[in-house]
């Protein structure tokens, strides 16, 4: 599944097994507030997700720049959607690839305005996770289809 995940730094995106759904959605239940937040939520569940996408983001900054995204660029353009490596959103290109769906879908965590936004999720519907869905509501997180 793609992640997408917003926070007062920026926004970063990445694909994970489907099982990273669970621990986001209580890490946002629980307060994550910055993308560091809800990594290392995710690792205390015991779902391994911190590394993957630090190291990752090492590796885009390493090849890539605000005023130039061309190995970012190549690789959206070779890779299909779902080999695309951890990249940051910095123009329209990487964006259009934030927005695509991977297997089982496409979910956009919005942590500043504590929003979890579901483009496309045959996976686990958030809506229907009981528990973990009425802690969201009590912690003002709204869940959009």
């Known amino acids: 599944m ?3 995940v917003i926070d007062e730094r920026g926004t970063v ?3 994970a097994d489907c099982a990273a759904l669970l621990p986001m959605v209580s890490a946002c239940a629980d307060g994550a507030q910055t993308l560091e937040d809800l990594l290392e939520a995710v690792d205390r569940s ?4 911190k590394e993957y996408v630090t190291s990752g983001l090492a590796v885009f ?5 605000p005023t130039n ?3 970012i660029h190549a690789a959206i353009a070779y890779f299909p959607p779902h080999e695309l490596p951890v990249f940051r959103v910095l123009d329209d ?3 259009q690839a934030s927005l695509q769906p991977v297997k089982a879908g496409a979910i956009i965590f ?3 305005r504590r929003r979890i936004i ?8 958030i809506r229907r996770m009981g528990t973990r869905m009425r802690r969201l509501q009590r912690a003002g997180w709204q869940v959009l289809p």
């Open 118 to 125: 579901q483009l496309q999720n045959s996976y686990a519907e």
């Open 93 to 95: 290109i990487t964006r």
């Open 13 to 15: 995106s990445f694909v």
């Open 61 to 65: 900054d390493e090849h890539n720049s």
């Open 2 to 4: 793609r992640y997408t």
């Open 69 to 71: 995204l061309r190995a």
């Open 46 to 49: 015991g779902f391994p997700l």
């Open 110 to 112: 919005n942590l500043p």
